[in-house]
């Protein structure tokens, strides 16, 4: 039986990067994708100590990890933790799903990240040394978190230093966005332009399994949920794959930019699928 079982979940590298970065702290540690196991019916962990890793999405769970969560058994784990990345606002119900199978976070841990979402460029590095200051930060506080992790340590949310305030009125409206979004396909209508290749890149991070390519073009498949977790806009290598406007906002994507992870690869994101 392994001491220290990490699942985690990365759209775009971040989480990666966080969890081997954490590991190598922790070398006892054995990362376990979620998106892989996916199709099982229950997951129960084995390890005493079980840490989470995912981004988070709309101040809460992403799709796979509140899907993952509703499978989980953690009855033979002693220690729960989450290892949440962000930009930097607060969250809500992250372990309500967890709760009601009568188990919560002992821990929840933060760590400030670039975001991957194109709608919101401001929050990346607009400097190499921006970047480094930002890395910094990082692995200072994956230095303060590991030891927190050995001595078992309780941190609750009321601990969470959110950089960006979130009024309280902004709660409902994110858990109504949050309700909507796990059951209509808020799948952004993708799309790819001329510039690409048909190199499948966009086919082969997609967490979901949402595209195919079809004659060399990919094609996001109606019958899949989307996770959005933007990976095929942000791996893309020919910054082809674009958000349609519509009548409520212009297209962003041509002229934001694109974010991943510098040190993760497509083959990395891909990884999760076969766990
Ligand atoms: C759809 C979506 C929603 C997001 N919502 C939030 C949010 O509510 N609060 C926040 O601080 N960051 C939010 N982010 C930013 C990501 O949590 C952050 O960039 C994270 O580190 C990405 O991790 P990954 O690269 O492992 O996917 C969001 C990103 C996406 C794609």
């Given at each position: ?15 990666l ?43 809460t769970l ?5 899907q993952f ?51 919101l ?7 190499a ?16 978190i ?28 994110v ?13 952004e ?10 190199c ?65 690869i ?10």
């Amino acid at each position: 039986m392994n001491e220290l079982d990490i699942y985690y979940f990365s759209g775009t590298g971040n989480t990666l990067h966080a969890v081997k970065d954490l590991k190598k702290r922790l070398p006892k540690a054995r990362l376990i994708p979620i998106a892989g196991l996916l199709a099982e019916d229950i997951i129960k962990t084995t390890a005493p100590t079980v840490g989470f890793a995912f981004p988070l999405h709309m101040m809460t769970l992403p799709i796979p990890v509140k899907q993952f969560f509703r499978k989980l058994d953690l009855s033979l784990s002693e220690y729960v933790f989450a290892l949440v990345t962000r930009i930097g606002t607060s969250g809500i119900d992250l372990d309500k799903i967890l709760r009601k199978n009568g188990r919560g976070f002992d821990a929840l841990f933060f760590l400030n990240m670039p975001d991957n979402d194109p709608k919101l460029k401001c929050f990346r590095a607009s400097s190499a040394d921006d970047w480094l200051r930002m890395e910094a930060a990082l692995q200072r506080d994956l230095d303060a978190i590991a030891p927190k992790i050995i001595d078992r340590a309780q941190v609750g949310p009321q601990e969470d230093r959110a950089p960006i305030p979130v009024h309280f009125w902004i709660k409902p409206l994110v858990r109504l966005g949050v309700w909507l979004a796990e059951r209509i396909d808020f799948q952004e209508s993708f799309y790819a332009d001329d510039k690409c290749t048909g190199c499948g890149t966009c086919e082969q991070v997609c967490p979901a399994g949402k595209i195919e390519m079809v004659e060399g073009r990919p094609h996001w498949r109606d019958d899949v949920h989307s996770y959005n977790c933007f990976a095929c806009v942000d791996f893309c290598p020919e910054a082809a794959v674009q958000i349609k406007g519509n009548w409520m906002k212009r297209s962003y994507t041509a002229v934001n930019g694109r974010y991943h992870h510098p040190d993760v690869i497509p083959e990395d994101i891909a990884a999760q699928k076969s766990g």
